[in-house]
T-cell receptor
Framework: GAGVSQSPSNKVTEKGKDVELRCDPI?????LYWYRQSLGQGLEFLIY????????KSGLPSDRFSAERTGGSVSTLTIQRTQQEDSAVYLC???????????FGPGTRLLVL | DAKTTQPNSMESNEEEPVHLPCNHS???????IHWYRQLPSQGPEYVIH???SNVNNRMASLAIAEDRKSSTLILHRATLRDAAVYYC?????????????FGEGTQLTVNP
């Protein structure tokens, strides 16, 4: 079946602009996660959604970052007033239930000029 | 989550076995040992996981020390497509929620 998809695959933006990154999880997966990977760095947890529960936002680096998950499916990660240090690969993953194997998408490569 | 220690890099030859070590001396009794790998320009993918007993699947084997303070991911016959960063991750389903905490991982190079 279809895996996790993300769009766009690449995004170039100017400093100060807002960006929206989209994640389509595997159908039926109740848990959805966002991570980011800066150049040469490991993966850093950002936010986690599980069903209708309040999301775990503890990994968001600043209040410029927000995410929502509509209808328990598609998720959008929004970065407001982008900064150059926001340049990274943003990865989305989903799992059938919390704590189960996570399946990752290909990521969105964000470059802030 | 407890910390894991892996070598920064390892090399192998194609069609030979590869043993990727992971130390986790502070592992707790409820920590599962997970392995993910990340191929170039791709998101991570699940490889295998275990708690106490050795595990086998189509991708790899996981050998867990009797005291659980270390484990080894075994690729039985490395191929060029196995070149990736391999991450050893401990997850306590009861207390750590669902996030994966990635370390630096081991960069595996497979020589033809």
């Amino acid at each position: 079946g279809a895996g996790v998809s993300q769009s766009p695959s690449n995004k170039v933006t100017e400093k100060g602009k807002d960006v929206e990154l989209r994640c389509d999880p595997i159908s039926g997966h109740t848990a959805l996660y966002w991570y980011r990977q800066s150049l040469g760095q490991g993966l850093e947890f950002l936010i986690y959604f599980q069903g209708n529960s309040a999301p775990d936002k503890s990994g968001l680096p600043s209040d410029r970052f927000s995410a929502e998950r509509t209808g328990g499916s598609v998720s959008t990660l929004t970065i407001q007033r982008t900064q150059q240090e926001d340049s990274a690969v943003y990865l989305c993953a989903s799992s059938l239930f919390a704590g189960e194997t996570q399946y990752f998408g290909p990521g969105t490569r964000l470059l802030v000029l | 989550d407890a910390k894991t220690t892996q070598p920064n890099s390892m090399e192998s030859n194609e069609e030979e076995p590869v043993h990727l070590p992971c130390n986790h001396s502070t592992i707790s009794g409820t920590d599962y040992i997970h392995w993910y790998r990340q191929l170039p320009s791709q998101g991570p993918e699940y490889v295998i996981h275990g708690l106490t007993s050795n595990v086998n699947n189509r991708m790899a084997s996981l050998a867990i020390a009797e005291d659980r303070k270390s484990s080894t991911l075994i690729l039985h016959r490395a191929t060029l497509r196995d070149a990736a960063v391999y991450y050893c991750i401990l997850r306590d389903k009861e207390t750590s929620g669902s996030r994966l905490t990635f370390g630096e991982g081991t960069q595996l190079t497979v020589n033809p």
